[in-house]
């Protein structure tokens, strides 16, 4: 399972790497640094944390009315951790939007409450 949750982490970063760099060419966004690259990779993180944190108190529910409640409880306090990371690191980064993000599409990717098998008739 921790790979699964290291692929997904991994992929993320790709995926959000490359839009940052694509901004730069089609947007004009300033060239990724370092230090920008190292904000998006701790917000990808941390996000990715929160989710598996809140998906340890709060399993995810099928798909209906209580995934839309379970999402209006977990957005407050991912964007305010992501407001706090942007004030204290003094980020160029939307880690306010990339946080909660996060949170949400990281217990969708991993471990899903399964039925117990059956035994053999």
């Known amino acids: 399972m921790p790979l699964l949750y290291?692929?997904?982490?991994?992929?993320?970063?790709?995926?959000?790497?490359?839009?940052?760099?694509?901004g730069h060419y089609l947007l004009g966004f300033p060239f990724p640094t370092p230090l920008v690259l190292f904000q998006i990779a701790l917000g990808v993180a941390v996000g990715m944390a929160l989710g598996l944190v809140y998906h340890r108190i709060w399993p995810l529910p099928p798909p209906g009315i209580g995934r839309v409640i379970r999402l209006?409880?977990?957005?407050?306090?991912?964007?305010?951790?992501?407001?706090?990371?942007l004030?204290?690191?003094?980020?160029?980064?939307?880690?306010?939007?990339?946080?909660?993000?996060?949170?949400?599409?990281?217990?969708?990717?991993g471990s899903q409450e399964s039925t117990p098998p059956k035994r053999p008739s």
């Open 72 to 85: 209006f409880i977990l957005l407050p306090p991912a964007f305010m951790l992501g407001i706090g990371l």
């Open 87 to 109: 004030i204290l690191l003094q980020a160029q980064v939307a880690l306010s939007y990339l946080i909660p993000l996060m949170a949400w599409l990281t217990p969708a990717y």
């Open 6 to 22: 290291l692929r997904f982490y991994l992929g993320s970063l790709a995926v959000l790497f490359g839009l940052y760099l694509s």
